[in-house]
């Protein structure tokens, strides 16, 4: 493996963020709402990532095997477009990699020159995934990043002449709603070079009783995912939590096409956590809300490509078109 490449935040004060002082203060600032909220971005402890992984092999949740289906039946061509000369396939926040070892190996199949370049916040996670990659896939360059997906795309741009192609897989994007999308991809097209590419997921608006089911899968694990949140702040804030009495809701809202998650209070309750020194209360049946996970209209996404300058090459959907993986070109 080529020796992992630490990228620094170019603003001081970033750099000296704490994490458990920046997950103090967004559960209070999120607890204080009138609208309770927490950030799905603080799901993914070592339990959190676990249960997420256990959701994603669920027959209920489509999604994964959507994707598998669209690689495995277009790796070839997504090859074939992309493979024009050597270049970076950058991937921010990997995942498991399964998904990504279908490209890897059918890249390395059509002798393409490219270096394997993840992205993650997680100096141990790359690690393991980097070694894990390199003992599976034999003859592959590996050139891991640690550092937030902008600046170790920034630092790409300054450092490597080579072309970027950029996976975003899954349904990530779904998380944001309109305007922060619009925001990440404008500022994709900032840290890209012109003629970088990107492959990104996105899951498409479908029949409500098949949404409803991947977010309130029959065995609970998404109920569990949810509720490990509240575990981790009694863990980490020293919370009092009782996580019995709070209850998993999942609906799809059909004016913005998302599907909500939400924790509901079953009692009125008092919750105190130390680190904020702070009690919250709750109603009975008062929400929590914890995820947005968006789901689009083709119309929707060509027009996300065009206000944020990129030109779309392909769309890759699976054989049920639930899913779609686009090839965008920056121009």
């Known amino acids: ?73 277009h790796k070839n061509e997504i090859a074939e477009l992309i493979n024009s000369r050597a270049f970076n396939l950058v991937e921010l926040g990997p995942g498991e990699g399964i998904k990504t070892k279908i490209l890897l190996n059918n890249l390395l199949n059509h002798q393409a020159n490219f270096t394997y370049t993840p992205i993650d916040i997680s100096t141990a996670y790359l690690q393991e995934l980097s070694t894990k990659i390199e003992n599976e896939i034999k003859g592959i360059s590996v050139a891991p990043i640690h550092g937030d997906y902008f600046h170790g795309l920034n630092w790409l741009k300054t450092h490597s002449n080579k072309k970027n192609v950029v996976l975003f897989l899954g349904s990530s994007i779904g998380n944001f709603d309109l305007i922060a999308t619009q925001h990440f991809l404008k500022h994709l097209w900032q840290v890209l070079n012109k003629q970088d590419e990107v492959i990104l997921g996105f899951d498409l608006r479908k029949d409500i009783k098949i949404l409803l089911r991947a977010y309130d899968d029959d065995q609970g694990i998404t109920k569990q995912f949810n509720l490990n949140l509240l575990r981790r702040i009694n863990d980490e804030l020293g919370a009092n939590f009782n996580i019995k009495q709070f209850q998993h809701y999942a609906t799809y809202n059909v004016y913005t096409g998302a599907m909500e998650s939400y924790l509901l209070s079953k009692i009125k309750q008092k919750v105190d956590i130390a680190a904020c020194q702070q009690s919250y209360l709750f109603d009975a049946l008062e929400p929590i809300h914890m995820e947005y996970s968006h789901k689009y209209l083709l119309s929707q996404i060509e027009e996300l490509a065009k206000e944020s300058g990129f030109a779309i090459v392909k769309h890759f959907f699976d054989k049920k078109q639930f899913f779609v993986d686009t090839l965008w070109r920056k121009e």
């Not at 630490?6 to 204080?32: C, P």
């Open 1 to 73: 493996m080529t020796e992992m490449i630490h990228v620094e935040a170019q603003d001081k004060q970033a750099e000296k963020i704490n994490l458990h002082d920046e997950f103090k203060a967004e559960v209070h600032a999120g607890l204080s709402k009138p609208r309770k909220q927490l950030s799905s971005k603080f799901f993914y402890d070592e339990i959190g990532s676990d249960l997420f992984n256990r959701i994603t092999r669920h027959p209920d949740y489509y999604l994964t095997q959507c994707e598998l289906d669209i690689l495995n039946t």
